[in-house]
């Protein structure tokens, strides 16, 4: 169990799978460095897969009001702050990512 904690660690570490790094080790496959991936607050990544749900459900609720023909102000509005949630959504996702 010790040597497995000490492979994950290392692997964390290198950024890779722990599977990769002895693919590697072994030289089953040629070295890749890969950039890391970034380490994010758990709590952001909770709270954007809720908007993103709240968002698909607005989406979802815009199509079928277009689809039923109903281009009203009410759906244009939602259209357009659905936009600009996404755009704002986008900019909190990459400033996240600049950390």
């Known amino acids: 169990m010790a040597e497995k904690a000490e492979l994950r660690a290392k692997a964390e570490a290198a950024g890779l799978p ?3 790094l002895l693919r590697e080790a072994l030289g089953l496959t040629e070295a890749r460095r890969r950039k890391p991936i970034p380490r994010v607050d758990p709590a952001l990544v909770l709270a954007v897969g809720r908007i993103g749900g709240n968002l698909n459900q607005i989406a979802r609720w815009l199509n079928r009001a277009m689809m039923a023909g ?6 244009l509005t939602v259209a357009r702050r659905l936009l600009t949630i996404e755009r704002q959504l986008a900019q909190i ?6 950390c």
Do not use: K, W
């Not at 109903?70 to 759906?75: K, M």
């Open 70 to 75: 109903r281009t009203d102000l009410d759906a």
């Open 18 to 20: 722990a599977a990769t």
């Open 93 to 98: 996702v990459e400033a996240a990512r600049r």
